[in-house]
Antibody
Framework: QGQLVESGGGVVQPGRSLRLSCAAS????????MHWVRQAPGKGLEWVAL????????YYTDSVKGRFIISRDNSKSTVYLQMNSLRADDTAVYYC????????????WGQGTTVTVSS | DIVMTQTPLSSPVTLGQPASISCRSS???????????LSWLQQRPGQPPRLLIY???NRFSGVPDRFSGSGAGTDFTLKISRVEAEDVGIYYC?????????FGQGTNLEIK
């Protein structure tokens, strides 16, 4: 079945950094790409980033390019999102999700971790 | 970026009655490999999203058969044949034909 558990959220001042983690279990982590998707308070879903199963490629939405870095450690079954130069509009619940590459969809989602950017 | 537009944004439905949600993309979602990568997700109150449908019409594992997806090109539909109380939530379409992946605004399904 598989499970994803995010951590690392919190309250941070504008301009500061935060690193989110997403620990996977119950499936072969190294065989799957991983996404981060966020949801601002009361808003819809926004795709943030994708990393290939082996870490060889990363894709980002324009609003986070140059500020966020997605990475993974397959030995720890963990995907990360390093968030730098945080802004108020980065405030959101951040979900990690497993990528079914052959079907181009996201089939397993974590419960999310909340990031609040505020002075 | 591909813009996904859902209608309606709110759908009050009587229990046991059908519901339908439309999703239109600003560009064709036919991928270079010939497939169309349109998914539907459900987000119940206070919960993370859950995959319902992938590749337009394929129900994901464990999804009740009252959910069905259809469409082609730029126009897609999610139908619930008979709405149950547990179906309350927000429904999103999502395209994965090109980066960045994008979602519709969401449709709030509520019981009358």
């Amino acid at each position: 079945q598989g499970q994803l558990v995010e951590s690392g959220g919190g309250v941070v001042q504008p301009g500061r950094s935060l690193r989110l983690s997403c620990a996977a279990s119950g499936f072969t982590f190294s065989s799957h790409g991983m996404h981060w998707v966020r949801q601002a308070p009361g808003k819809g879903l926004e795709w943030v980033a994708l990393i290939w199963f082996d870490g060889s490629k990363q894709y980002y939405t324009d609003s986070v390019k140059g500020r966020f870095i997605i990475s993974r450690d397959n030995s720890k079954s963990t995907v990360y999102l390093q968030m730098n130069s945080l802004r108020a509009d980065d405030t959101a619940v951040y979900y990690c999700a497993r990528y079914l590459g052959l079907l181009l969809t996201l089939d397993i989602w974590g419960q999310g971790t909340t990031v609040t950017v505020s002075s | 970026d591909i813009v996904m537009t859902q209608t309606p944004l709110s759908s009050p439905v009587t229990l046991g009655q059908p519901a339908s949600i439309s999703c239109r993309s600003s560009q064709s979602l036919i991928h270079s490999d010939g497939d169309t990568y349109l998914s539907w997700l459900q987000q119940r109150p206070g919960q993370p999203p859950r995959l319902l449908i992938y590749k337009i019409s394929n129900r994901f594992s464990g999804v009740p058969d009252r959910f069905s997806g259809s469409g082609a090109g730029t126009d897609f539909t999610l139908k619930i044949s008979r709405v149950e109380a547990e179906d309350v939530g927000i429904y999103y379409c999502m395209q994965a034909a090109q980066f960045p992946f994008t979602f519709g605004q969401g449709t709030n399904l509520e019981i009358k």
